[in-house]
């Protein structure tokens, strides 16, 4: 189908005093970060195009956007991924560049290659640098030459069964094996000896020819109770690269975080310097620019090692946003337009505590999607607390996408405000008509192990276990 455009009668925000870095923006997105980019370009006088698919007519990026493109039918191979309608878009309207969001094409190099030979700026880093930490087993020999460390593994690809027991025997058990091309916590296989091996490195590799197109996998070390420790980066054409601090991401299902916050309750001042540095240095060594997030796990006795990097803005970036006071989305539209980082090293301080949960539309216990219509809806307010969502009154939740609907924030000057504040707007969240996650946030509020911050990635795995 084409491209429709319809455009709005109501002039968007008015320009600041500083000429903005673009005219015009599209958002190749949906939900709640379609909606976090569309505010961004508000406060800096952008306009904006929303895309959406047949399922998200009524969709608040839709309605917040100065201009609107129908791309496709509900899935999202035939819209939010489809390079072709997402391009002409842009092209009818306008558009000087695209932010991706996160998920869809937002790290997709070919479709970076698309944008640039379509004279279109794409808010992110080169297809080239994409495609070198894209794939996980070369982004692991890029840091390996930049000397970060890494977890023990195979030197690259592994092949064959044969050639996976060798490796596994060497590194040692548990392993882990991971599709190069994963994501989304998909592809991976926890082995614990020789005789699960080779049935479980099969199933990792069709699960990740199915998922990703692509079965190249590689092994690990298997590390029993790590913590999750990731460091925001930002760069500009310059070769200017700062961190603005980590994030702590253990509370996790299944591989997938649930609940992050900055800073972490482990770190001390000294490893901290350490773990941001080696992330300026990965990134340095790739030339990197625009917004990324450098994923580390790092083990009881306080050795850390690099997992992968992450070269778009991150569903959790709020975190870091509140203890920083910086504009993650802002800056990144800043440095596209070719600007310089607004700010030094010295300048990011982290201040107070922020914690974030993810709301999904699923059972709070069972995790089974529940899609459907919202019936009555009751954001939280107050001191210290942030929603970003896209939800609205009799919103209909489409089953084809995501089902994180909403990321509530709390800021607090320490960590014990930061989780009363969230306990507070759990407290007074209203979502009815769906199931939602939130419930089992509250409890995870009140439990002595996340209150006293002891916890490692396999913490939550547990407490469900205990719940049952
Ligand atoms: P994805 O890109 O799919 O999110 P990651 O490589 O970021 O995959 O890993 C996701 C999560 O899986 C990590 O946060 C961690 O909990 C777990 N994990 C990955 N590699 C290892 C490992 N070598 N040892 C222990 N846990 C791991």
Same mark, same amino acid.
């Given at each position: 189908m084409g491209a429709a455009i319809r455009r709005k009668a109501t002039p968007t925000a008015t320009a600041p005093a500083d000429a903005p870095p673009f005219k015009k923006i599209l958002i190749a997105n949906r939900g709640e970060i379609a909606l976090r980019v569309i505010l961004a370009c508000k406060e800096m006088g952008i306009q904006t195009v929303a895309v959406y698919s047949e399922a998200d007519r009524n969709a608040l990026h839709v309605r917040f956007a100065d201009e609107e493109v129908c791309i496709g039918p509900p899935p999202s191979s035939k819209s939010y991924l489809n390079i072709p309608q997402v391009i002409a878009a842009a092209e009818v309207t306008g558009a000087e560049a695209i932010h991706p969001g996160y998920g869809f094409l937002s790290e997709n190099a070919h479709f970076v290659e698309v944008c640039q030979a379509c004279g279109i700026t794409f808010i992110g880093p080169s297809g080239e640098i994409i495609r070198k930490m894209g794939n996980k087993a070369q982004a692991k020999a890029t840091m390996l030459e930049a000397g970060v460390p890494l977890m023990? #593994? $195979?030197? #690259? /690809? @592994?092949?064959t069964v044969e050639e996976a027991l060798v490796v596994a025997e060497q590194i040692g058990y548990p392993v882990i094996v991971k599709a190069s091309a994963g994501g989304g916590g998909r592809g991976m296989r926890i082995v614990n000896n020789p005789e699960e091996l080779p049935d479980l490195y099969n199933t990792a590799r069709s699960e990740a020819k199915n998922a990703f197109g692509d079965d190249g996998v590689y092994m690990e070390k298997y590390l029993l109770e790590p913590r999750h420790i990731e460091v925001q980066i930002m760069g500009d054409l310059f070769g200017n690269v700062v961190h603005l601090g980590e994030r702590e991401c253990s509370i996790q299902r299944r591989h997938q975080k649930l609940i992050e916050e900055?800073? $972490?309750? @482990? /770190? !001390?001042p000294a490893l901290r310097q350490r773990i941001c540095d080696t992330a300026v240095r990965a990134a340095k060594a790739v030339g990197y620019y625009n917004a990324g997030t450098i994923e580390f796990l790092l083990d009881k006795r306080g050795d850390f090692f690099f997992m992968e990097m992450n070269t778009r803005v991150q569903v959790e970036h709020p975190v870091t946003e509140l203890v920083t006071g910086i504009d993650i989305v802002k800056e990144q539209i800043r440095i596209a337009a070719g600007q310089k980082l607004s700010f030094r090293q010295e300048d990011v301080v982290q201040k107070g505590h922020a914690i974030e949960c993810r709301i999904n539309a699923e059972d709070p216990f069972k995790f089974t999607p529940c899609p459907g219509r919202i019936t009555a809806l009751h954001f939280p307010g107050g001191p210290g607390i942030r929603v970003d969502t896209a939800m609205h009154q009799d919103a209909v939740i489409p089953?084809?996408? !995501? $089902?994180?609907v909403a990321k509530l924030i709390a800021f607090g000057a320490n960590r014990t405000e930061a989780i009363a504040r969230m306990r507070r707007a759990l407290d007074t969240l209203v979502i009815e008509g769906i199931k939602t996650t939130a419930p089992l946030h509250r409890r995870i509020m009140d439990q002595p192990d996340f209150i006293a911050g002891t916890?490692?990635?396999k913490w939550l795995e547990g407490y469900l276990e205990e719940l049952k």
């Open positions: 023990p #593994g $195979s030197d #690259g /690809l @592994v092949e900055s800073p $972490s309750a @482990v /770190l !001390d089953p084809h996408y !995501d $089902s994180m916890f490692s990635t």
